[in-house]
């Protein structure tokens, strides 16, 4: 007990700690300070350089090599994961098929690398004279149309398309063949509109020096129309087009031409089928 008290009694003692200079002994620097008050500087000191080399270990550029990496990878998350990229590939591929496809339908006929870069501009806005007005086939397989959309569709043929609106009457001038011509040609009036066969999908708008302007529709149910010769195309690229809407003019741009006149093209499951087994042109 009595060596406590003693140790205590020189800790509330004040000294002197000085700096001097061994040759001459000459006083640089002095501070006169209790035992209990070093103490603390220097426990102060060592907590702050803890604190530094603390946070230099959890934020400093060495931290990978003092942490834990906590971040754990669940199984099941794995597995979604592995299901999501294994349905993203499918699709990819199903849409690579789907485009191949396309690209054989115009093969030869619709090459898009060999675009004529001076090829006339296709302006819906020339001042030429449309003719619009429906005829009276047109009429009558409109009414066909809505008279089979009003019947028990377990009634139906195995086709779930049975009527198709003619792009444009006129004279046919040149059959099917499905070794040498894959559709068919109409002459008709000069400016005829062409209209959709059937509802769908723009999916080729542009401009071959073989076909001139052309067009193509991806329709419900494995079918396709292809539009050749136009003159002024009427719909972009992705456009959603309804049965009968105004798609194009009948012109007569391109080198496979000889005067105005539509070549129509029919395809069904990525074979040419005869346009004529589907509807009336006259």
């Known amino acids: ?60 550029p060495f931290s990978t090599y003092f942490t834990k990496n906590d971040v754990t990878l669940d199984r099941n998350n794995l597995e979604m994961q592995h299901r999501k990229i294994t349905s993203l590939n499918k699709r990819i591929d199903e849409q690579e098929a789907y485009i191949l496809s396309i690209k054989k339908i115009i093969t030869g006929e619709i090459i898009v690398d060999s675009l004529d870069e001076k090829a006339p501009e296709s302006n819906p806005t020339n001042t030429v004279t449309i003719h619009t007005d429906q005829t009276e086939n047109e009429a009558n397989l409109s009414e066909k149309v809505k008279d089979d959309l009003r019947t ?21 001038s040149q059959e099917f063949d499905v070794n040498n011509h894959s559709g068919i040609d109409i002459v008709t009036a000069k400016d005829r509109t062409i209209l959709a066969c059937l509802s769908g999908t723009v999916i080729y708008s542009g401009y071959s020096q073989k076909d001139g302007f052309v067009l193509v529709l991806d329709h419900a149910n494995g079918y396709i129309s292809v539009y050749k010769h136009t003159k002024i195309i009427l719909k972009k690229l992705g456009s959603k087009v309804q049965m009968s809407d105004p798609i194009a003019i009948v012109g007569n741009t391109g080198e496979n031409t000889n005067g105005p006149h539509l070549h129509f093209e029919l395809w069904y499951n990525q074979s040419a089928v005869n346009p004529k087994d589907y509807m009336n042109f006259k």
Do not use: D, H
Request: charged share 20%; net charge positive.
């Open 1 to 60: 007990m009595n060596r406590i008290k003693i140790i205590l009694f020189k800790l509330r003692q004040s000294n002197k700690y000085a700096i001097s200079n061994p040759t001459n002994f000459e006083e640089r620097w002095s501070f006169n300070a209790t035992g209990i008050q070093l103490i603390s500087l220097m426990l102060i000191i060592c907590l702050f350089i803890g604190f530094l080399f603390t946070f230099f270990v959890i934020k400093g």
């Open 152 to 172: 028990n569709p377990k009634k139906k043929k195995k086709s779930a398309i049975q009527f198709f609106v003619e792009p444009v009457t006129g004279t046919v």
